[in-house]
């Protein structure tokens, strides 16, 4: 028997591609087994109706007050332990110093910021609320240069620029 | 007082509550009881549509009516409850089918030779008509998922699309057009099948 002549008996099998749907059918109609219903029913019996409350073991029942004290003093000694970790972790020695703030020259703020550069002074005008206006093309007097001074040398004596201990050549 | 410690206490009068209670109880359990008479057999089909196990279908069909009786308060507020009870064991299966691993070809087609009706067949025209029916699930279970469940759904003769939509939670164009999708694949892919052999 060819698979395609039995075109009503939904069980036989199918060539035709676009018949796949009579398998899916077949699977769609298969009859439910045999007291199905009854056994859903009974198991919806055998199920309790009401929630089911669960009841704290006699120990934890509020009657116990013993059990009260030693859950009190548990939560007392957790929360005590964790403070006490946290102290232990941050000690007042191993604060960071931060550095002094130290104004910036020139009578600006420093907004606030941890270091500011140590710049030259610039120069100080000794009466400015007396002093006339300075014309735009005067000069400004430049600070005077700054000398450095390098010790001197043992090793070697210093040669003094003049001498005036020795006697003159005339 | 509450009517547990009326009835148990007294004796000498049952307060009206108690028997509203069993009455009530009582009202559930027909509602309950008609239902599952109703719809358990469909119930079944879509389960077994996916599962492919009778036991399985059968947990699943049990677990749906289980959820309903946690929710029957909500019942009257359930419009069609033939697809509300559909779309809620097709959840079940679909959890259990994403939990489970793959089930191997070999059991679907013992399974089905176990379930499909004798119909007049003999033995062997059973096999290959469960080795067939098996094959064609393989196939389907190829799809894409989302054209995989509208494939499977649009099978329950007694489904519309616009009830297909409801349970999947889409429109009905989608249905349709995921409908036709999936019909174009499964053609390619038993063609394809049908020239390798």
Known sequence: ??????????????????????SLRVVATLPAPDGLSDRVRARLRSTPRTARILEWPAAF????????????????????????????RVQPNKVIAMPPHVAAPGGFSNAGAMRTPQTVNGPVLEHPANAPAVPAASPVKSPAPQVIEMPARKDK?????????????? | MSTGQ??????MEIPKGAVDENARQHAEE????????E????????????????????????????????????????????????????NIV????????????????QELA?????????????????????????CVDRLPPKERQVIVLSAFEELSSVEIASVLGITESSVRSRLFRARNLMAGLLNHSRSLR
């Open chain 2, 94 to 109: 679909l959890d259990r089918k994403r939990r489970a691993k793959t089930r191997p070809e070999t059991d679907d087609v």
């Open chain 2, 114 to 138: 176990r379930v499909l009706p004798a119909g007049g067949l003999s033995a062997d025209e059973r096999a290959m008509a469960a080795q067939h029916h098996a094959h064609v699930l393989s």
């Open chain 2, 6 to 11: 009326a009835v148990f206490a007294g004796w």
């Open chain 1, 1 to 22: 028997m060819k698979p395609n002549e039995n075109a009503g008996n939904k069980s036989v099998p199918c060539s035709d591609p676009q018949d796949f749907e009579a």
């Open chain 1, 157 to 170: 004596p210093s040669v003094p620029a003049s001498k005036p201990d020795l006697p003159q050549p005339k």
């Open chain 1, 61 to 88: 029942r509020n009657d116990s007050a013993w059990m009260r004290s030693a859950a009190a003093a548990a939560i007392a000694f957790v929360v005590a332990g964790g403070g006490w970790g946290v102290y232990s």
């Open chain 2, 39 to 90: 719809y358990a057999t469909t119930l079944y089909r879509v389960a077994f549509s996916v599962l492919r196990n009778a036991a399985d279908a059968e947990d699943a069909v049990q677990e749906a009516f289980l959820r309903v009786l946690r929710h029957r308060d909500r019942l009257d507020e359930v419009r069609d409850r033939r697809v509300w009870l559909i779309r809620i064991v097709w």
């Open chain 2, 30 to 37: 027909q509602a309950l009881a008609a239902l599952v008479d």
